[in-house]
């Protein structure tokens, strides 16, 4: 047992002083470090594209939540929908979705333009979600297919080692096998932790822009409520404005 682990440390000390390029350590990695290669080029594709998609002025710009506020006051709807429609933030699509519910439905009451409003934003954030998925999907996989081709290395090297092929080298061998076999885990999890820290980071971005988003969101609805409750009850605006008007002569 002592000869045979002295002449496994004998064989990584050799291996190490050899030093191996990245293009050796592919290369002895086998064909499946091919499909980890190909992983990382999706993974860094969709990285860019999620820092694109899930950036503030793509989920949440500020101008139009300004814009639409205006155009509340304003009661100008028509304004809105055309502000949407060039715009293509999750807040513009939700905002149009409620105007175009409230347009083709006018008796319909607040209720339901909030579930209107719920049901489109809970469809923008399952696109976002739906986006960095790919990383999580990425950073299980890739650990899954390294551990398949160092099951497969080592799965050559006992039937090598069967076989006899070691003899007079046997554990130097099989040393060497295994450690051959142990790169395609190695670079399963080289490409797993990165993917994984970009989803969790992508996924915060998300969760906050979500919450700011509600919070817009409630603050357009109830403008709209307070506003449709002014047109359905114009005596009791009336009344408070005559209210005011007496607030005022006796303060003179």
Request: proline share 2%.
């Amino acid at each position: 047992m002592f000869t045979s682990l002295s002449d496994m440390a004998m064989l990584a000390a050799s291996e190490g002083s050899e030093a191996w390029t990245a293009a050796q350590l592919f290369d002895k990695g086998g064909w499946l470090m091919w499909v980890l290669l190909m992983l990382s080029l999706v993974m860094v594709v969709v990285v860019f594209v999620c820092f694109w998609t899930t950036r503030q002025g793509a989920v949440l710009p500020r101008r139009m939540v300004e814009a639409v506020d205006s155009c509340i006051v304003r009661k100008d709807y028509p304004s809105i929908l055309a502000l949407c429609e060039k715009e293509s933030s999750s807040f513009s699509q939700t905002v149009c979705a409620v105007i175009r519910f409230m347009q083709r439905n006018p008796k319909a009451g607040m209720d339901e333009v909030r579930e209107v409003a719920s049901a489109e934003a809970s469809r923008q954030v399952s696109i976002l979600t739906r986006q960095i998925s790919w990383l999580s999907d990425i950073g299980s996989i890739a650990p899954m297919i390294g551990l398949l081709g160092t099951v497969w290395g080592m799965m050559k090297t006992f039937k090598e080692l069967a076989d006899g092929n070691f003899e007079g080298a046997k554990h130097m061998g099989m040393a060497s096998g295994i450690y051959e076999a142990m790169i395609t885990t190695a670079g399963g999890l080289v490409l797993a932790i990165p993917s994984m820290m970009a989803y969790v980071f992508f996924r915060s971005r998300i969760q906050k822009h979500t919450a700011n988003m509600e919070v817009a969101l409630t603050h357009v609805l109830s403008m709209i409520s307070e506003i449709r409750y002014r047109d359905e009850h114009p005596a009791l605006q009336r009344s408070r404005a005559q209210g005011a008007e007496v607030l005022v002569d006796d303060e003179d």
